[in-house]
């Protein structure tokens, strides 16, 4: 089966970057910590979801200490809107545990650090060292996954072979935001069920035998909103970068 070059991948990766400048997680977070909390607590979640749950908690709760200090019953009450909540309470008890006794309470940068917390995956380890620490990890969600099969860009079996895929064929300058702009593309263009393949910026580029093709190309348009800013990054000092929440975007106003 076809897949897209590496050429048309780059030029793929141009068009998400005209269309997003500054993409970041959609998920509200006020430090390294917070934003693995929030990640544990997004499996088989929403962000929306997650930050419903966290606005009022991350105000008080930012630290594995306080976290600890809080206890599992009233993290467990806090979150109890989010699926799983029950196993993800006691993870997130139990990795701030872990982060006091082997890492004085900060979020380690490394991968195999992270991957030995409870409740933290590949996928998770990828987003926070990604997000927090600004290396350029690809986090291979369920909306990345469809993507890359879908369009050809980097097709896999699972994954893991997709992370390994896209490895292969993002442009070195596009990887430390790769797994966002695909995200936010597979979040509000190019949905599971009927993607907006009308209002797509890489719809020339697409591979998707299923796709509706364009008489006009479509322009990559930058909003006002969309244009580059500070608000909702991850601090450049992550083990300090300490931030107000931000609020989350709605699907309308990508
Ligand atoms: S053209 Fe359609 S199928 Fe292809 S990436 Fe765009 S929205 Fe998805």
Redesign the pocket.
């Known amino acids: 089966m076809a897949r897209m070059s590496k050429e048309n991948a780059a030029r793929f990766f141009a068009l998400l970057a005209a269309e997003r400048p500054d993409p970041t997680t959609e998920l509200d977070y006020i430090n390294p910590y917070t934003l693995l909390v929030a990640v544990v607590l997004s499996a088989q979640a929403t962000d929306v979801s997650v930050n419903k749950a966290t606005v009022e908690l991350f105000k008080v709760v930012d630290t594995p200490e306080k976290m600890v200090a809080l206890g599992e019953a009233k993290l467990r009450d806090t979150i109890r809107t989010i699926g799983l909540y029950r196993t993800k309470a006691a993870n997130v008890i139990r990795l701030s545990q872990i982060l006091i006794e082997k890492h004085g309470g900060t979020v380690p940068a490394n991968r195999e650090a992270l991957e030995a917390l409870p409740g933290v995956g590949r996928k998770t380890a990828n987003v926070v060292l990604n997000v927090a620490f600004g290396q350029p990890t690809i986090a291979v969600d369920t909306h990345i996954f469809r993507?890359a099969n879908?369009?050809r860009l980097a097709p896999g079996k699972d994954p893991r072979a997709v992370e390994h895929a896209l490895e292969q064929v993002v442009p070195e300058k596009y990887l430390r935001h790769a797994h966002h702009w695909l995200i936010l593309?597979g979040r509000y263009?190019?949905t599971a069920r009927n993607?907006?393949?009308t209002a797509?910026v890489?719809?020339e580029l697409?591979l998707?035998e299923?796709?509706?093709t364009l008489a006009e190309p479509v322009k990559a348009k930058v909003s006002p909103a969309r244009r580059p800013s500070n608000r909702g990054r991850a601090s450049s000092s992550p083990a300090t970068g300490r931030r107000a929440p931000r609020r989350a975007r709605t699907p309308g106003a990508t």
């Open positions: 993507l879908r369009t593309h263009v190019c993607p907006k393949c797509c890489v719809n697409c998707y299923g796709k509706t």
